[in-house]
């Protein structure tokens, strides 16, 4: 069997197993063993992945020109139209609500991936394979963190031709883009999670615009949250997406304007989108473990 993109992933697999054993790290269990077992399975499927990014040249406009229409839309039709609070430019500001929102959105591209790799029957293939349960999954988003990489490359292009500037030097610049790209390593997860539960790829394809349209305009990514409902307002601050906006801005010492500036998310607005990552890949994670044995049965 081949996979989508013509290459035979079962005896990559398989190969990658016999290695595994021929360097004495099976069959005995051991925590080493189990996790240089992962790392294994989930590097065969990380490579597979990239190569499908690569081959299949309908993802590059996704990867290209999404990004761009982003940033040169948001900049040149709201970038004279919108104050921000405390003085500033509005395009220093909005970058790093382009970034977050393009990380949010990283779910999407997930969710048809894992649907179509269902509906191909390659998951059910890979069920009957020695691999480790959790390398399909995290073969699944460290390839879509690699391609994030290059979205953000890209946006981060276009955002210095519309005017945004990284104001606190190259190592701060540097966390943010690592703060940026955990976040959407989390979202991936969920992804994966949802690509697992819908029924078709049609239905994947329109179940993560329904919650995520919502939560990433209920959020400081375009505009600053003192212009909201008093009650929407506080929904917005805690928002997760409004965590790595805020992070992101602080580390690239864009403007970052909050109503308090004495709150929690206002004051460490890093490890708050720390704790979302971890708290969503910890939740993600368990649904997909379960989802898994419950389709094994």
Not at 98 to 120: E, G, R
Not at 165 to 177: C, K, L, M, Q
């Amino acid at each position: 069997m081949t996979d989508s993109i013509g290459e035979p992933l079962p005896s990559r697999v398989a190969a990658s197993r016999k290695s595994h054993r021929r360097a004495g790290r099976g069959p005995a269990w051991s925590l080493g063993s189990e996790i240089a077992w992962a790392i294994s399975d989930a590097g065969v499927l990380t490579r597979r992945n990239l190569l499908h990014t690569v081959r299949v040249r309908e993802l590059w406009p996704f990867m290209f020109l999404q990004p761009l229409v982003f940033v040169f839309l948001f900049a040149l039709v709201f970038g004279g139209a919108i104050t921000i609070p405390g003085g500033g430019s509005y395009r220093e500001f909005l970058l790093a609500g382009v970034f977050a929102q393009a990380v949010a959105f990283s779910t999407y591209p997930t969710t048809i991936a894992m649907a179509y790799d269902l509906q191909l029957g390659l998951m059910d293939r890979l069920r009957t394979l020695p691999i480790h349960p959790a390398a399909v999954f995290v073969g699944r988003t460290v390839g879509d963190v690699a391609r994030m990489s290059i979205s953000l490359t890209v946006m981060a292009v276009a955002g210095v031709i519309v005017g945004w500037r990284i104001e606190d030097g190259p190592v701060r610049a540097v966390a943010a883009f690592g703060v940026l790209l955990l976040f959407g390593f989390a979202m991936s997860w969920v992804g994966a999670y949802l690509g697992l539960v819908a029924k078709s790829v049609q239905a994947a394809q329109s179940m993560p615009m329904m919650w995520l349209f919502p939560v990433v305009f209920v959020s400081n990514a375009f505009v600053p949250t003192q212009t909201m409902p008093e009650p929407l307002e506080t929904v917005a601050e805690w928002n997760p997406v409004t965590a790595v906006a805020a992070a992101a801005r602080e580390l690239f010492g864009n403007p970052n304007p909050f109503r308090d500036e004495g709150t929690f998310p206002a004051e460490h607005p890093v490890l708050l989108t720390v704790l979302w990552s971890v708290g969503i890949i910890g939740v993600a994670a368990t649904l997909c473990t379960r989802r898994m044995r419950q389709v094994r049965r």
